[in-house]
């Protein structure tokens, strides 16, 4: 297949909606619906950010359960490549988290615009998780987020299981080498780093917002367990909970597939609808997977 100019391919953009809600990758039905209407139980957007090199087509499976269940759930893409880089089809989340973070602001500007809402609630996984925290302390988000999950976020970097310092030490000997191989997200990612360092003089938490903290121990891209937990600043409510403990699962989910997983999905909804204090989530709360076959057939069928 050849692909379209570049040229011609922007002039098809629609210039009332975000880049990051338009192309090939964008997630569709039932995602990104804006004649979605909103309803006393779901009050708020739910909106999925997903991790470094994907896409939002990994929020399509939480996508539809969510949708099925009456809310008006959102996804998108950020953090293309910049021009003259090299591009990986569907590849996203690679570019400089600073500027990612902008892009983010504005489309959650435009979901509460376009859907009418004065808050959203927020899913992010890995990077998405750490952008949930930069927005919520840097851009307002204080103000406009009700609830925030983070499915093994990396909100204060990562080690690598243990190679951070290897790592970094490659990256300052040979930067521009390690961005082109790497990225630039995923290198300003690692503990060590700058960036990682600017974030952590961030306050991890807003007592306006309810978190949920979602991570796994089979985890070896977000390490320890201890970057993808926050602590309660000013009396924020913050709940943490390890899918493997929770769900009593003998082999708990890796890294990448948790926002697909039905254990995760279930864990999700729970922190989506806890009471403020509950902090213990009951292993009935793993169920998400059977919820989600019933939810997908009724969607489909009606």
């Not at 949708?67 to 880089?85: D, L, Q």
């Amino acid at each position: 297949m050849t692909a379209r100019p570049a040229s011609r391919a922007r002039a098809e953009l629609d210039p009332d909606v975000p880049a990051t809600l338009q192309g090939r990758y964008v997630i569709g039905a039932p995602a990104n619906n804006p004649r979605k209407d909103l309803s006393e139980e779901h009050p708020c957007p739910l909106v999925f950010i997903h991790g470094t090199t994907d896409n939002s087509f990994r929020w399509q499976k939480a996508a539809t359960y969510f949708a099925a269940r009456g809310y008006s759930v959102w996804a998108f893409n950020y953090g293309k490549p910049e021009e003259g880089r090299p591009a990986i089809p569907g590849v996203f989340a690679v570019n400089d988290i600073d500027e990612s973070a902008l892009e983010i602001a504005a489309t959650i500007d435009y979901i509460l615009e376009i859907t009418g809402a004065s808050k959203v609630d927020l899913v992010g996984h890995s990077q998405g998780g750490l952008h949930i925290k930069k927005y919520i302390a840097e851009h307002g988000g204080q103000d406009t987020v009700r609830r925030a999950v983070g499915l093994a976020a990396t909100y204060h970097g990562t080690t690598m299981t243990g190679m951070s310092s290897i790592l970094q030490n490659l990256v300052d000997r040979n930067p521009e080498f390690a961005d082109l191989v790497a990225g630039t997200a995923a290198i300003q990612q690692l503990n060590s780093s700058e960036f990682i360092r600017r974030l952590n003089e961030l306050p991890d938490t807003h007592p306006n917002v309810m978190y949920t903290n979602i991570f796994t121990s089979k985890d070896l891209t977000a390490t320890p367990n201890s970057t993808s937990q926050l602590e309660s600043i000013g009396g924020a409510d913050v709940a943490e909970a390890e899918v493997g403990a929770v769900c009593g699962l003998l082999l708990p989910p890796g890294h990448a597939s948790l926002p697909e997983n039905d254990h995760i999905i279930g864990l999700i909804e729970w922190g989506l609808k806890r009471d403020r204090g509950d902090h213990t989530p009951v292993h009935s709360g793993c169920n998400g997977g059977q919820r989600w076959k019933l939810g997908y057939r009724f969607f489909h069928e009606s």
